[in-house]
């Protein structure tokens, strides 16, 4: 700690007695190492950092490319890669570390790689392993191999999908026999919709997690309709009550959880799946005993967000 306040470099592996020599031959220098003075981050810095992220995730979230796009995407990468330098250098000033973080990182790095993946592949999202697509199917791999004894034998791999393919097919059929028992469109359209959105134990345990602000996931059935699924089957409707605020073109409003509960219509259609983001404060969720402004805004997973009259969802307008 002592070597730290003061910017001093060290052997991070050394022994206790070496931090000891260490610091007594800097105390007894001519001149004493003086503790750094603390460095502090604006809040308008961290503001905007994250409004850059948010523009460039929206921009890869796009589901067309043209030129004019990719030019968009590359200098919101750019910005983001920039407002996190100015995070980075701010909280270095003091240190030998000279060499910007994002530069360290790979992650960061491959953002630059975008643009070009972009225009030659085409929209991102369309290049997304997080399912059993991609580097994603290893899951089902490795699944098998736990189970299986493959080994190093001949023919291990052919055998291993063999399996694969059967455990898929099974699952398939298994699946379409469970639909078809019994009212088979509105069970198959409540099945899809809960691979792709949270569901609730009930009721009260819904209204518990909107009293925590904590984030929601929800069906959107269009006009301003939108609805939790409880683990019941059952759905609670939600309405928007009042706009409260904007913030980066995000409407936020204040929410009311209908009573009634209903069961879902083989008639309905979902447009989309929601998340219900809470309003922020400056030093976090906010709290509604200390007067702070509360409320929630929508986006889907279309990367559209609720209008200002809080029925549609709408395009976001990229700067």
């Not at 910005?79 to 909280?91: C, N, Q």
């Not at 001949?154 to 393919?165: F, P, Q, R, Y």
Request: with cysteine; net charge neutral.
């Amino acid at each position: 700690g002592w070597l730290r306040a003061r910017g001093l470099t060290y052997n991070s592996r050394d022994n206790a007695q070496a931090f000891k020599d260490l610091v007594k031959k800097h105390m007894e220098a001519v001149s004493v190492p003086q503790i750094l003075p603390e460095t502090s981050v604006e809040a308008t810095n961290v503001q905007q950092f994250l409004n850059s992220g948010y523009r460039m995730a929206s921009l890869v979230m796009s589901r067309s490319v043209d030129r004019v796009y990719i030019k968009k995407l590359e200098w919101a990468i750019r910005e983001f890669l920039t407002r996190f330098h100015d995070l980075d250098a701010t909280i270095k000033i003091g240190t030998e570390d000279t060499v910007p973080a994002w530069v360290k990182q790979y992650n960061y790095l491959c953002l630059l790689n975008l643009p070009k993946m972009s225009e030659e592949y085409g929209p991102l999202r369309n290049l997304w392993e997080g399912g059993f697509v991609g580097e994603g199917y290893l899951r089902l791999v490795k699944k098998q191999l736990n189970v299986g004894s493959y080994g190093m034998r001949k023919n291990w791999e052919v055998n291993l999908h063999n399996a694969i393919l059967k455990e898929k097919t099974l699952s398939w059929i298994e699946h379409k026999n469970q639909v078809f028992a019994s009212s088979k469109k509105m069970r198959e359209n409540l099945l899809d919709d809960r691979k792709n959105t949270h569901t609730y134990k009930s009721r009260e345990a819904l209204e518990n997690e909107m009293k925590l602000k904590n984030v929601l996931s929800c069906l959107n059935y269009g006009k301003g309709n939108f609805c939790f699924i409880l683990s019941s089957g059952r759905l609670a409707s939600l309405r928007c009550v009042c706009h409260v605020a904007t913030v980066n073109q995000l409407q936020y409003f204040e929410l009311e959880l209908l009573e009634q509960l209903h069961e879902p219509n083989s008639e309905d259609v979902v447009e989309s799946h929601c998340l219900l983001l809470p309003l922020l404060t400056k030093t976090g969720l906010p709290n509604a005993e200390a007067g702070d402004m509360t409320g929630y805004t929508i986006i889907d997973s279309e990367w559209k967000i609720i209008d200002r009259a809080g029925i549609h969802m709408i395009e976001m307008l990229y700067e």
